[in-house]
Structures are given as structure tokens and as C-alpha cells.
């Protein structure tokens, strides 16, 4: 009985959108030169969702500007006329962050794909926003140099927006983020202002914006150009796997292994579903009778690693480790990272769906975190899979499920609800790398109180005051308080599966 | 080390300045008059504010309130074999807050990092008297903007500093430094290029034409390195690094103006007559120098850098001033968490708070 009605709003709300693409068709049709605007629904199609497919939408048209004074007049434009402007890089990321806007603009960098000064003598790059973050190491590669951060999804993610939200991957523990590996970056401001951020040297005048704008979710400006810091590459790395007959083991042993002034450059832990899940699907050699595997890979000098590899499986025998493998080559050490990298596809075939959580905790939380998640994995009777960034405390716990089952994927959200309340109880956060985007805007309200979460909006207005840029994300309203979210996988059919996902 | 939360009062104490709309100066150790202070008539110091809120040695991360002496944390650090990584200045005094509200980092800066770098979180107080809480204890976090990092050298100007968690790491097994003569005063191109080189290498600076290279690290990774690297070992060298951090050598003994003049390592040789030293791979260059601030700061600006005043000469410029839109939009920022000016008015690039400056002056004439 109330279909007519939606009928009658659907209709309505579809004309006004059409004269609203019509709008901006006309008005940036005036501004760039012909063949830059996708405008047709199944040109559309394609940017409706990023990486995560859970949430689509249609933009009013998809703009992919060639040059940075072409993106100026397109915001300038969008902020005169009061049309939102959503950046999407290569679409890879997992929280929503470039879902488009329904009344706004998609902004997509895609033709800035040149890099554009290489420079080995003084160890930088400076890239376009669309250069893929493989492709800079792949072109430093020949001066023996390379770019340090290294996001699962690093073959097709692109810089402009691992800027965006920060990205980190397996060997921040070491070499850091994306905001330690960047000296500085052009972005354009909704005023269509053009600004340099950083500098070429270590630090700069003023505020430290360019700390700000690491992981802001393209809410502050769009970021045009980048210049980031090259490392040379080390000489010898090797991998030590250990297998524990515990997880609290296991866990404990991460925290001898720093207390024994060791840094690895990567460290990271799974549990025996995790484990099982991996070697079926990669047989890469896990132990399959393990409750805890560690995978430790140090590098370094050559003599300095042979050390460290002896110190470290002393602390790991110490700490009762059942057994030590050290990779024999680069073969077996890339296939001993095949495994760990093809967990999430590999846990994905144990049941028609999961559910993947993106806290961090305290390392010290650890036992206390994964005990209290078997009780409730039991009192759900919902299994799950864990992979962990142990170096950095970054969690990723796999809910298994299936939505078939009438209410099952209500508990499982209910169960996801309660392990992001845990990580934010024991000191932790609800996103150590994927970001908030649109996922976890309502686990914002948890994790900040009003009067930070009033400061966001008053950083966002001193850039963006109409809240143009990505309106919608990131930060939510006061009003906004509800559930937690979480990344759903249906039938394990992630994003982008030819990704690797940690 | 003493132990106290002064939270509460020092809220009170901002809670205050908003209702008489009065502004005040935040202090901790007063031990960086050098680095300017703000035109504020009285003064909130931080100084009852003190003690290690939350430190777990594995965890690699300490917490600790902002007039906890950078002595004291330093002393606590070292008991469980560990440091703060930026080499943080140790003048006498100085607290942590401090420390981080200038953002200050010693010679290891180019090879480990910066203050900001190590940042995971802060507890702080805006100029609306809320009482705030940014980032944690965890390394990895991308819930909200990164409003810690802001902080860092932001000069209180966007905030009272009551707590910091920063990442810390293991002192290093082994340490050498190795000295060696170039053949001119200028020619810092081998320093340089030492972050190119993978070798543990944690300072690199040179004085006239004496050059310092310090490794630290495993013993067996240190003493391999030293042997690719040019100089010799040099243990009575050592001394020279505290030194420079802190500006206690004798070069900074100065009659003339310090200047600290940051650019990009390979920037060439800047026209600017006076002494200079080169730390940070030659990124960060002191220069003991009588040319005019405007001199200074266009040579800085010519090669993309920026220049700081070092000394107590509040009436003359200390900061690179801002322009155009970067100007523009922090003057923006400082708007969004202290649109009154309650904190430290005027030290930070006072051109953010040149019409305030001016309002009040309409006001009282």
C-alpha cells in the first residue's frame, strides 16, 4: 500500500536529480575541455562503491580532471555553486571513504598517474596522486631504493590515497606510516587555492599540516602532488616462524621479543583457524597443529640479522615456542608471507560469510582481548579467525557466519559490536588502518566524546567551512550515535579479491 | 619523580581566562625564554602537572603528563633500557610539555625521526576550557584527524598540553662516532648522502670543516659499519652530540644572533655572511650571524626553507612569517580551537593573531 508513495518520491527526487547533473554538466562543460565528464548511468556504474561494495550510490557526474589548474576550477566551481566534491583514487579502500555523493561530484584523480621527478642522489619521488604505491618502489628499485609503507592492496592503491587515510602495512613497525614517510605534498583547497604543505627539508613554518592532512579522508583538500622520502633497501632480511602451543604464549613472547631491544622490521601473529584456513589455501608450510603461529622477519647488515635472528629464537625458545623454522631462501620466505597475506581470502572459504573487525589494542591486552573473544565466539556460537599485527597491536579478528540463517548476521554484528567496544575499553581504537569513512562513523561516537568530536568539525570548517569536500564521512554528527558497523563479506567475495589483504 | 593530576585546576585555570576573557601564558620549566613567550600578563605554568600516567616497556609506549621534567622521564626511560627516539634538547629544566609544544628533536632526526613523529596521543584543554582527548596509546589509529601531531610545535597556541603517549624504543646496544676532516668549510655533500646508505647511521654534522658521523646499534652492525663510512673512531667525539642538541658547544656561545635555518639537506651554500654549523645531514644549519632577519628569512624562503630566531629579543621577529593562503588557513586553525587567544598571544607567527591584537586595542582605546 505505500508503494505508490515511494513510487511518486522516487520519481521526484530522479528529476530533480537529473537537472542537477545537468547543472553542473553545463556549468563545468564551460571550464574544462570536452571528454573529462562521465555523465551517462552506465559510465556512472563503476564508482557507485569502493572497496567496500556494502555501500553504493550514484554521483551526479564523475569528473576526471588532467591537471591541477583544471582541478582548481572544478572546486572552485563546486564551492561556488555548493555542490559536494568526493576524491577517489584507485577505489581500493576498505571503509567507504570515496562512496560518492548523491548531489555532488566524484573527483576522480586517476589521469594523474606520472611520476614526476625521480631522484636518487637525494633519496625522494615526486609523484602524481594516482601513481600506484608498488610503482614507486618499482621505479626506485634500479638506485637500490624504495618506498617504505606498504599497504596490503599496494599493487592497485595509489598515493593520494594512502595520504588520505594514512596508510600503514606490515612493516610500520619499523619504517612507520605514510605520515613518516612523506616530506611534503600540493593540495588544492575549496576555495580552488593551490598549497604547498611540508617541505623538502625536515620540518617547516607554522602548524604541521601536513600531519593533519595524513589520514583525513579528503574532508580538508584535495591532494594534487606528493613528494615522499626513498630508503635504501636493506641489505639481508630473513623470516624466523615460531609455532606455540598457546596463543598467550605466543602473545607474551611479542612482548619479550621487544623487551629484548629487538625491532623487526614485520611481526605478526594468527590463530590456529587462521593458521589452518592459510596452509589449505596457500600450503605454504604452516604448522597446522600450532595454536599460534609468529612470523618474524628482521633486516638489516648481514652480520646484524644473523644475530638478531639467534637472539630472537632464544626468546621465542625461552618463551616456550614448540617449534623454530627460519626460511631457508627467498622462495620459501615470500611463500611463508603468501600464507599470512591470503588469510582473509583463505578464511573467507571456511563459511559463506564473514566479518572483518579493524581495532587496535595495547599488545599487553592481548590474552585479555582473545580470551574474552572465545568466550563470546562460544556463547554465539560464531567462530573466529584471528589475524594480528602484533608489532603494532593492530587487530583483525574474522567473525564467520552465514546470513542465511535467519538473525545470525544480527548477532554477528551484535558480537562485532562487542569485541570494538573491548579494543576502545582496553585502550585501543576501532580503526588502526582501514579508516572510518562510512563504516564506522557511528563507532566514532564511542570512541570520542562530544567535545572532540565538536574540535573535528571545527578543524574541518577552518578549511571547509560549507563541508563541501566529502561531506558526510570521517566524523559524525552529534546526532549521529548508534550501532557499530563492520566490514560484511558475503560468500567470500572480497573487493578487488586479486588483492592481497592482511 | 613527583607524581600529580593538576587536570583540574589547570582546567579551572583556562576555564577562567575564557570567562574574563583574559589570556594567559602556559609555562612548564621556563627553560626555552630563548624560543620567545607569549604577550599574556599572567602566567599558567604546569609545573604541579607531573609523573608518568601509563608505561608498559613492551608496549614501546609511555604516557606522561606534560610537567613531568624531561630529566626525570628520561632517568625512568633509561631503567628499562629505553629512550625517546627524536633525542629530545635536555636544558635545564625542560619538561615534556614543553619539549612537544616547541617540537623539538636532537641530531638523530633525520635517521629516526621527529617529536611529532613519535606523538600516538594527547589529553589537552582548547581555548573553549574542554578538556579533550586525541589519538591513544596504540601505534596504528586513523579514528579522526591526527590532532595530536598538530600539537607538536604548535607553542600551546592551539592548546594546554596536559598529556602525551609517545612511542619509545630500545637505547642502542653500541654507539661509536667517527671524525674526519673535509677539505672545505662547505662541503657538507657527504653527509649528505648518508640516509641513502643502509647503514646505522644516527647523526651527521659538521663544524668548520671537522665532520661527525655517529652509528649506533648492534655492536657487530655498528663496528661493520664504521668500516664503510670515512673517518676514524673517535671516543673523546662523543661528548659532541649532547652538545649540539642542547646548543651547549661553544660555537652557540655567541655575541652575534642565532639563527636555526632548516632546509633540505642538498640546499646549496646560503649567501649569508657569519658562522655556520651543520646538523642533520646539513638540513638544519645554525648560523651565528649580525645580517638582517629579512636577509635571513628570504635565504631561507629562496631555497624552500624556513628560519627561527633563537634568543630572549621579544620585539623582533623569531618565526618565518606565513602569507597568502597558508596564512590564511592556519590563521584559521588557531581560529578553530582558541578563537579568543587566551593562549601564549603572539609568540607563534603573530601575524595569526594580528587583528585580534588589533580588536583589542579598538576596544580599550
Same mark, same amino acid.
Given at each position: 500500500m505505500?508503494?505508490?508513495?515511494?513510487?511518486v518520491?522516487?520519481?521526484?527526487?530522479?528529476e530533480?536529480?537529473?537537472?542537477?547533473?545537468?547543472?553542473?554538466?553545463?556549468?563545468?562543460?564551460?571550464?574544462?575541455?570536452?571528454?573529462?565528464?562521465? /555523465?551517462?548511468?552506465?559510465?556512472?556504474?563503476?564508482?557507485? /562503491?569502493?572497496?567496500?561494495?556494502?555501500?553504493?550510490?550514484?554521483?551526479?557526474?564523475?569528473?576526471?580532471p588532467?591537471?591541477?589548474?583544471?582541478?582548481? %576550477? &572544478?572546486?572552485?566551481?563546486?564551492?561556488?555553486?555548493?555542490?559536494?566534491?568526493?576524491?577517489?583514487?584507485?577505489g581500493?579502500?576498505?571503509?567507504?571513504g570515496a562512496?560518492?555523493?548523491?548531489?555532488?561530484?566524484?573527483?576522480g584523480m586517476?589521469?594523474?598517474?606520472?611520476?614526476?621527478?625521480?631522484?636518487?642522489?637525494?633519496?625522494?619521488?615526486r609523484?602524481?596522486?594516482?601513481v600506484r604505491?608498488?610503482?614507486?618502489?618499482?621505479?626506485?628499485?634500479?638506485?637500490?631504493?624504495?618506498?617504505?609503507?606498504?599497504?596490503?592492496?599496494q599493487?592497485?592503491?595509489?598515493i593520494?590515497?594512502?595520504?588520505?587515510?594514512?596508510?600503514?602495512?606490515?612493516?610500520?613497525?619499523?619504517?612507520?606510516?605514510? +605520515?613518516?614517510? +612523506?616530506?611534503?605534498?600540493?593540495? +588544492?583547497?575549496i576555495?580552488?587555492?593551490?598549497?604547498?604543505?611540508?617541505?623538502s627539508?625536515?620540518?617547516?613554518?607554522?602548524?604541521?599540516l601536513?600531519?593533519?592532512?595524513?589520514?583525513?579522508?579528503?574532508?580538508?583538500?584535495v591532494?594534487?602532488?606528493?613528494l615522499?622520502?626513498?630508503l635504501?633497501?636493506?641489505?639481508?632480511?630473513?623470516?624466523?616462524?615460531?609455532?606455540f602451543?598457546?596463543?598467550?604464549?605466543?602473545?607474551?613472547?611479542?612482548?619479550?621479543?621487544?623487551?629484548?631491544?629487538?625491532?623487526?622490521?614485520g611481526?605478526?601473529?594468527m590463530?590456529?583457524p587462521? &593458521?589452518?584456513?592459510?596452509?589449505?589455501?596457500?600450503?605454504?608450510?604452516?604448522p597446522?597443529?600450532?595454536?599460534?603461529?609468529?612470523?618474524?622477519?628482521?633486516?638489516?647488515l648481514?652480520e646484524e640479522?644473523?644475530?638478531?635472528?639467534?637472539?630472537?629464537?632464544?626468546?621465542?625458545?625461552?618463551?616456550?615456542?614448540?617449534?623454530?623454522?627460519?626460511?631457508?631462501?627467498?622462495?620459501?620466505?615470500?611463500?611463508?608471507?603468501?600464507?599470512?597475506?591470503?588469510?582473509?581470502?583463505?578464511?573467507?572459504r571456511?563459511?559463506p560469510?564473514?566479518?572483518? &573487525?579493524?581495532?587496535?589494542?595495547?599488545?599487553?591486552?592481548?590474552?585479555?582481548?582473545?580470551?574474552?573473544?572465545?568466550?563470546?565466539?562460544?556463547?554465539?556460537?560464531?567462530?573466529?579467525?584471528?589475524v594480528?599485527?602484533a608489532?603494532?597491536?593492530n587487530?583483525?579478528?574474522?567473525?564467520?557466519f552465514?546470513?542465511?540463517?535467519?538473525g545470525?548476521?544480527?548477532?554477528?554484528?551484535?558480537?562485532?559490536s562487542?569485541?570494538?567496544l573491548?579494543?576502545?575499553?582496553?585502550?585501543?581504537?576501532?580503526?588502526?588502518?582501514?579508516g572510518?569513512?562510512?563504516?564506522?562513523?557511528?563507532?566514532?561516537?564511542?570512541?570520542?566524546?562530544?567535545?572532540?568530536?565538536?574540535?573535528?568539525? %571545527?578543524?574541518?570548517?577552518? $578549511?571547509?567551512?560549507?563541508?563541501?569536500?566529502?561531506p558526510?564521512?570521517?566524523v559524525?554528527?552529534l !546526532?549521529?550515535?548508534?550501532?557499530?558497523?563492520?566490514?560484511?563479506?558475503?560468500?567470500?567475495?572480497?573487493?578487488?579479491?586479486?588483492?592481497?589483504?592482511? | 619523580?613527583?607524581?600529580?593530576?593538576?587536570?583540574?585546576?589547570? *582546567?579551572q585555570?583556562?576555564?577562567?581566562?575564557?570567562?574574563?576573557?583574559?589570556?594567559?601564558?602556559?609555562?612548564?620549566?621556563?627553560?626555552?625564554s630563548?624560543?620567545?613567550?607569549?604577550?599574556?600578563v599572567?602566567?599558567?605554568?604546569?609545573?604541579n602537572?607531573?609523573?608518568?600516567?601509563?608505561?608498559?616497556?613492551?608496549?614501546?609506549?609511555?604516557s606522561?603528563?606534560?610537567?613531568?621534567?624531561?630529566?626525570?622521564?628520561?632517568?625512568?626511560?633509561?631503567?628499562?633500557?629505553?629512550?625517546?627516539?627524536?633525542?629530545?634538547?635536555?636544558?635545564d629544566?625542560?619538561?615534556?610539555?614543553?619539549?612537544?609544544?616547541?617540537?623539538?628533536?636532537?641530531?638523530?632526526?633525520? $635517521?629516526t625521526?621527529?617529536?611529532?613523529?613519535?606523538?600516538?596521543?594527547?589529553?589537552?584543554?582548547?581555548? !573553549?576550557a574542554?578538556?579533550?582527548?586525541?589519538?591513544?596509546?596504540?601505534?596504528?589509529n586513523?579514528?579522526g584527524?591526527?590532532?595530536?601531531?598538530?600539537?607538536?610545535?604548535?607553542?600551546?597556541?592551539?592548546?594546554?598540553?596536559?598529556?602525551?603517549?609517545?612511542?619509545?624504543?630500545?637505547v642502542?646496544?653500541?654507539?661509536?662516532?667517527?671524525?674526519?676532516?673535509?677539505?672545505?668549510?662547505?662541503?657538507?655533500?657527504?653527509?649528505?648522502?648518508?640516509?641513502?646508505? %643502509?647503514?646505522?647511521?644516527?647523526?651527521?654534522?659538521?663544524?668548520?670543516n671537522?665532520?661527525?658521523?655517529?652509528?649506533?646499534?648492534?655492536?657487530?652492525a655498528?663496528?661493520?659499519a664504521?668500516?664503510?663510512?670515512?673517518?676514524?673512531?673517535?671516543?673523546d667525539?662523543?661528548?659532541?652530540?649532547?652538545?649540539?642538541?642542547? *646548543?651547549?658547544?661553544e660555537?652557540f656561545n655567541?655575541s652575534?644572533?642565532?639563527?636555526?635555518?632548516? +632546509?633540505?639537506?642538498?640546499?646549496p651554500?646560503?649567501p649569508?655572511?657569519?658562522?655556520?654549523?651543520?646538523?642533520?645531514?646539513?638540513?638544519?644549519?645554525?648560523?651565528?650571524?649580525?645580517?638582517?632577519?629579512?636577509?635571513?628569512? %628570504?635565504?631561507?624562503?629562496?631555497?624552500?626553507g624556513?628560519?627561527?630566531?633563537?634568543?630572549?629579543?621579544?620585539?623582533?621577529?623569531?618565526? !618565518?612569517?606565513?602569507?597568502g593562503?597558508?596564512q590564511?588557513?592556519?590563521?584559521?586553525?588557531?581560529?578553530?580551537?582558541?578563537?579568543?587567544?587566551?593562549f601564549?598571544?603572539?609568540?607563534?607567527h603573530p601575524?595569526?593573531d594580528?587583528?585580534?591584537? *588589533?580588536?583589542?586595542?579598538?576596544?580599550?582605546s
Open positions: 505505500n508503494t505508490p508513495i515511494s513510487v518520491l522516487d520519481n521526484a527526487s530522479e530533480s536529480d537529473s537537472q542537477q547533473r545537468q547543472r553542473c554538466v553545463d556549468g563545468l562543460s564551460a571550464l574544462l575541455p570536452a571528454g573529462l565528464m562521465l /555523465s551517462s548511468a552506465e559510465e556512472l556504474k563503476p564508482y557507485e /562503491s569502493d572497496g567496500l561494495t556494502a555501500f553504493r550510490k550514484t554521483p551526479l557526474l564523475v569528473v576526471l588532467e591537471t591541477i589548474e583544471q582541478v582548481s %576550477a &572544478i572546486l572552485k566551481w563546486a564551492k561556488t555553486n555548493q555542490v559536494p566534491v568526493v576524491a577517489r583514487g584507485a581500493t579502500g576498505l571503509s567507504g562512496l560518492p555523493h548523491e548531489q555532488g561530484i566524484l573527483l586517476a589521469k594523474f598517474t606520472r611520476i614526476l621527478e625521480l631522484n636518487p642522489e637525494h633519496g625522494y619521488a609523484v602524481q596522486p594516482g604505491n608498488l610503482a614507486i618502489s618499482d621505479a626506485a628499485r634500479p638506485h637500490g631504493l624504495y618506498y617504505a609503507p606498504d599497504p596490503s592492496s599493487i592497485a592503491c595509489t593520494g590515497g594512502n595520504v588520505a587515510e594514512n596508510s600503514g602495512g606490515v612493516h610500520c613497525l619499523k619504517y612507520g606510516l605514510t +605520515v613518516h614517510n +612523506v616530506l611534503e605534498i600540493t593540495v +588544492v583547497t576555495d580552488g587555492e593551490i598549497l604547498k604543505i611540508g617541505s627539508g625536515q620540518d617547516c613554518a607554522g602548524y604541521d601536513l600531519a593533519l592532512m595524513h589520514g583525513s579522508e579528503g574532508m580538508l583538500a591532494t594534487v602532488e606528493v615522499v622520502k626513498l635504501p633497501e636493506p641489505p639481508c632480511t630473513r623470516l624466523l616462524m615460531a609455532s602451543a598457546s596463543v598467550e604464549d605466543a602473545g607474551n613472547a611479542v612482548g619479550e621479543v621487544i623487551a629484548a631491544g629487538i625491532i623487526p622490521a611481526l605478526e601473529l590463530d590456529s587462521a &593458521i589452518v584456513a592459510a596452509e589449505a589455501f596457500a600450503q605454504c608450510g604452516y597446522t597443529d600450532a595454536a599460534a603461529l609468529l612470523l618474524c622477519e628482521l633486516d638489516g648481514e640479522v644473523t644475530e638478531q635472528i639467534e637472539n630472537a629464537s632464544n626468546v621465542f625458545t625461552r618463551c616456550n615456542a614448540s617449534k623454530l623454522h627460519i626460511a631457508a631462501n627467498e622462495h620459501e620466505r615470500l611463500l611463508l608471507w603468501k600464507g599470512r597475506k591470503s588469510a582473509f581470502p583463505a578464511v573467507g571456511l563459511a560469510d564473514y566479518y572483518c &573487525i579493524d581495532g587496535t589494542i595495547p599488545r599487553s591486552q592481548l590474552s585479555h582481548v582473545l580470551k574474552q573473544m572465545a568466550i563470546w565466539s562460544d556463547e554465539y556460537k560464531l567462530p573466529i579467525a584471528n594480528f599485527h608489532g603494532d597491536g587487530l583483525h579478528p574474522l567473525i564467520l552465514d546470513s542465511n540463517i535467519p545470525e548476521l544480527q548477532r554477528t554484528e551484535e558480537l562485532g562487542k569485541i570494538l573491548l579494543c576502545v575499553e582496553v585502550g585501543g581504537t576501532v580503526t588502526g588502518e582501514h572510518v569513512g562510512v563504516e564506522k562513523i557511528n563507532e566514532m561516537c564511542v570512541q570520542f566524546d562530544q567535545d572532540a568530536l565538536l574540535q573535528f568539525h %571545527a578543524v574541518k570548517a577552518a $578549511f571547509d567551512p560549507q563541508t563541501l569536500l566529502n558526510g564521512k570521517a559524525p554528527t !546526532q549521529r550515535c548508534a550501532e557499530f558497523g563492520a566490514m560484511h563479506v558475503h560468500h567470500g567475495e572480497l573487493p578487488f579479491p586479486e588483492l592481497e589483504r592482511f | 619523580m613527583n607524581t600529580n593530576d593538576d587536570t583540574a585546576a589547570l *582546567q585555570a583556562v576555564q577562567q581566562a575564557c570567562d574574563t576573557s583574559s589570556a594567559i601564558n602556559i609555562q612548564g620549566g621556563g627553560s626555552k630563548f624560543l620567545g613567550k607569549g604577550g599574556a599572567s602566567t599558567v605554568s604546569t609545573l602537572h607531573t609523573g608518568i600516567v601509563n608505561y608498559e616497556p613492551t608496549e614501546l609506549v609511555v606522561v603528563r606534560a610537567g613531568t621534567l624531561l630529566s626525570d622521564l628520561t632517568k625512568e626511560l633509561a631503567a628499562n633500557g629505553q629512550l625517546l627516539p627524536f633525542e629530545p634538547p635536555q636544558h629544566g625542560a619538561t615534556i610539555g614543553g619539549v612537544l609544544a616547541c617540537g623539538l628533536s636532537g641530531p638523530t632526526r633525520p $635517521f625521526g621527529s617529536a611529532r613523529d613519535y606523538v600516538l596521543g594527547v589529553r589537552m584543554i582548547n581555548g !573553549q574542554q578538556h579533550l582527548r586525541f589519538g591513544g596509546d596504540v601505534m596504528k586513523v579514528a584527524y591526527d590532532v595530536s601531531r598538530l600539537q607538536i610545535g604548535a607553542y600551546g597556541s592551539l592548546g594546554l598540553l596536559l598529556d602525551a603517549s609517545m612511542k619509545v624504543l630500545p642502542p646496544q653500541y654507539e661509536l662516532t667517527l671524525v674526519s676532516t673535509r677539505a672545505s668549510t662547505d662541503d657538507y655533500s657527504y653527509i649528505g648522502g648518508l640516509a641513502r646508505r %643502509a647503514l646505522p647511521v644516527t647523526a651527521a654534522a659538521m663544524q668548520g671537522i665532520q661527525y658521523i655517529r652509528l649506533s646499534g648492534t655492536e657487530i655498528v663496528k661493520s664504521a668500516k664503510q663510512l670515512e673517518g676514524d673512531i673517535d671516543s667525539a662523543n661528548a659532541f652530540w649532547p652538545g649540539l642538541r642542547d *646548543q651547549s658547544l660555537f655567541t652575534k644572533t642565532l639563527w636555526r635555518i632548516s +632546509v633540505a639537506e642538498y640546499a651554500v646560503l649569508l655572511s657569519g658562522d655556520w654549523l651543520y646538523d642533520w645531514s646539513g638540513a638544519q644549519r645554525w648560523l651565528c650571524s649580525d645580517e638582517a632577519p629579512e636577509a635571513i628569512f %628570504a635565504a631561507a624562503a629562496a631555497v624552500g624556513h628560519a627561527t630566531r633563537y634568543g630572549t629579543d621579544d620585539t623582533a621577529l623569531r618565526f !618565518q612569517p606565513l602569507t593562503t597558508a590564511r588557513l592556519q590563521k584559521r586553525l588557531r581560529d578553530s580551537f582558541d578563537a579568543d587567544r587566551l601564549n598571544p603572539g609568540q607563534f601575524e595569526f594580528s587583528d585580534q591584537e *588589533q580588536k583589542q586595542e579598538k576596544t580599550s
